[in-house]
DNA sequence: CTAGGTTCTAGAGTCGGCTCTAGGGCAAGC
DNA sequence: GCTTGCCCTAGAGCCGACTCTAGAACCTAG
């Protein structure tokens, strides 16, 4: 049975998604699509809500940092089909820690954050009492505790 | 008084920062420097104690998002010095803003891969049991509820 | 004296991820 | 018939943030 799911048109996937219509043909180039886009009259691409779907997964992979080559890789293996299960499965694994570890960093750079925009407040409600406003301000003498944020 | 709390060499720098020597040659010229460095014989740069903080602080600063631009506008702003506090501290709470937005979507990010991970898992262990498995294999199905992650 | 390591400058190159341009096709409405 | 609007391809351009190169100076140890 050849799906007649109503087609999309590039400008609707566009809408859908998010994405520009350019990084819509973009990301079909760099082999981001599961299945081959189909075409209709004029080489127009036809798309179904299934590929709108797989793009808003794959926006959703982006978002949280996973880079395009990887994106492709996981996209390669949904379209071998089953028998790359665990390997998807690794890849997600991999990508969620990833995920993890760039929110323990941001959580990091938060609290110092945070501390300073505290330092900045009470400096301006209570007047700059405190003498030891040097030539660089306020800014030093945190406590010096953010190792570990981003080696190299 | 001529400070000479036992200056630092670009590499001594690199280390304690995690930069590279090319970096923090390029972050100077970026401007990201809040006071000139100095230099030694032979035109070395020669960076102080509280180089190595401030630079520590624009790597927390890079490492939650904020671009050099932004940076350099911060460290002018210091540079100026008091008078400036109000404007610092806008930026820092816009900054921090954009970190807690950050850390929103990556929340939502996580969710959706870890439920996808979770998929897998039952999908592996008690077998394919379900016969849903079509040609994208069982990415398609999860819930729709990806709203708002990044639009454009 | 020489070799190795670090540093210097100016400028070129790289990489990821888009984003845009040029030049053209086709279909619908005025 | 002509304009408007969406679409096509191939390829160039851009932006941010580095990263590296070439060619030279200096310093220390052997």
């Keep these: 049975m050849p799906k007649a799911e109503q087609d999309l048109s590039i400008g609707q996937v566009a809408e859908r998604t998010g994405l520009s219509v350019h990084t819509l043909r973009f990301y079909e180039r760099e082999g981001v699509l599961a299945n081959p886009v189909g075409r209709g ?60 570890a760039q ?27 405190e003498q030891g406003c040097d030539a660089s301000s306020l800014p030093e003498r945190q406590e010096q505790d953010q190792r570990g944020v981003s080696p190299r």
Excluded: N
């Design 41 to 100: 009259p004029g080489r127009r691409r036809l798309y179904s809500e299934d590929d709108v779907e797989w793009l808003r997964l794959c926006v959703i992979l982006r978002a949280s940092g996973m880079p395009l080559p990887e994106i492709r890789r996981y996209t390669d293996l949904v379209r071998q089909g089953s028998g790359t299960e665990e390997e998807r499965l690794a890849l997600l694994r991999r990508h969620r820690e990833h995920v993890l």
């Design 103 to 129: 929110m323990d960093k941001l959580t990091r750079c938060l609290d110092l954050i945070t501390f300073k925009v505290g330092v900045y407040e009470d400096h301006l409600e209570h007047g700059p009492a």
